[in-house]
């Protein structure tokens, strides 16, 4: 059974701080999707990894994947307030096609 | 840009109730699926379709069922409302673009008392 991991669960943060967002995944997949959800909304795509080593880069978000070790980062550059918000990451079950596996989401939270 | 709407953004219903949730995409896409979210569970899947009359179970589909008559509409069904159902479901479609990026709709946060 495929399993996604996300650490941590809830960050807060400091506005002008780094950090970042891990997320592990259980079995090979090639696929992997960040997403965001803003409080009281639906889940807007961020980035869509394809194979090992992709990079995407949207503003202060930058996301890798690296399928050898199942681990995919979500980077935090210079935080701002409207970054709040929960990160979902994803994974494709590739065997079974086109349904994905979320992780449990992190909630992340800038002071200002 | 692609457009998932859902039939309602709040509902209450009471315990024993049937409850019908739409949804609808402008996309054509051929993939749909419904889902709910509980906090700190993440997104769970109930239910896909990957075709018109076509479903697959997804990990917790007890309580639920589904339909899809046109491409671009599904429905989720709960039978029999029961408070453990108090959710917030959320319906996605996808097509093949290289990836099953899923685009999702608003929400419809259930409550059942």
């Known amino acids: 059974e495929l399993k996604v991991e996300q650490n941590p669960l809830f960050l807060s943060m400091q506005e002008g701080k780094n950090y970042t967002i891990y997320c592990n995944y259980s079995?090979?997949?090639?696929?992997l999707y960040w997403y965001r959800q803003d409080p009281g909304k639906s889940l807007e795509s961020l980035f869509v990894?394809?194979?090992?080593?992709a990079v995407k880069q949207e503003g202060r978000l930058m996301a890798s994947l690296d399928t050898k070790a199942r681990l995919s980062t979500l980077h935090i550059t210079a935080a701002v307030h409207d970054l709040s918000a929960t990160y979902f990451c994803?994974?494709?079950?590739?065997?079974?096609?086109?349904?994905?596996?979320f992780g449990a989401g992190t909630i992340l939270r800038v002071k200002s | 840009d692609v457009k998932v709407t859902q039939s309602s953004r709040y509902l209450v219903k009471r315990t024993g109730e049937k409850v019908f949730l739409e949804c609808v995409q402008d996309?054509?896409?051929?993939?749909m699926f419904w889902y709910r979210q509980d906090p700190g569970l993440g997104l769970r899947l109930i239910y896909f379709?990957?075709?018109?009359?076509?479903?697959e179970k997804g990990d917790i589909p007890e309580g639920y069922s589904v339909s899809r008559e046109k491409k671009e509409r599904f429905s989720l069904i709960l039978e029999s409302a029961s408070t453990n159902q108090t959710s917030m479901y959320l319906c996605?479609?996808?097509?093949?673009?290289?990836?099953?990026?899923?685009?999702f709709g608003p929400g419809t946060r259930l409550t059942v008392t």
């Open positions: 996605a479609s996808s097509y093949w673009t290289g990836a099953y990026e899923q685009y």
């Open positions: 079995t090979t997949s090639d696929r």
């Open positions: 990894l394809l194979s090992n080593g």
């Open positions: 994803a994974v494709d079950r590739v065997k079974y096609g086109n349904k994905l596996v």
């Open positions: 996309m054509d896409h051929e993939n």
């Open positions: 379709s990957y075709d018109v009359k076509m479903k």
